[in-house]
């Protein structure tokens, strides 16, 4: 069965920074390329962030480009965000999820960016 765990979401203030980690089981994580998603109240879930299987390739969303770094651990089977500069609009519940392959969806992390 697969599962993911994601943890790290939080309330913080616009301009500051959080790090989310979703560790998977039940797939051969490493060969996947994993996908950061994330969906706000009334919109659609989106795809934010995205790293292939060996980590050699990342893509972002134009919204987040610059500020989140993507990373993957592939020995504990676990990928984790690191968001920068936080703006109000990040505001959403963040998923983990493969790309190309989604799975059942996991309980996700909420982050609220607000002062």
């Known amino acids: 069965q697969v599962q993911f765990v994601e943890s790290g979401g939080g309330l913080v203030q616009p301009g500051g920074s959080l790090r989310l980690s979703c560790a998977a089981s039940?797939?051969?994580?490493?060969?996947?390329?994993m996908g950061w998603y994330r969906q706000a109240p009334g919109k659609q879930r989106e795809l934010v962030a995205r790293?292939?299987?060996?980590?050699?390739?990342?893509n972002y969303a134009d919204s987040v480009k610059g500020r989140f770094t993507i990373s993957r651990d592939n020995a504990k089977n676990t990928v984790y965000l690191q968001m920068n500069s936080l703006k109000p609009e990040d505001t959403a519940v963040y998923y983990c999820?493969?790309?190309?392959?989604?799975?059942?969806w996991g309980q996700g992390t909420q982050v609220t960016v607000s002062s």
């Open positions: 999820n493969g790309v190309s392959t989604v799975y059942s």
């Open positions: 790293m292939s299987s060996g980590g050699a390739r990342t």
């Open positions: 039940g797939i051969i994580f490493s060969v996947y390329t």
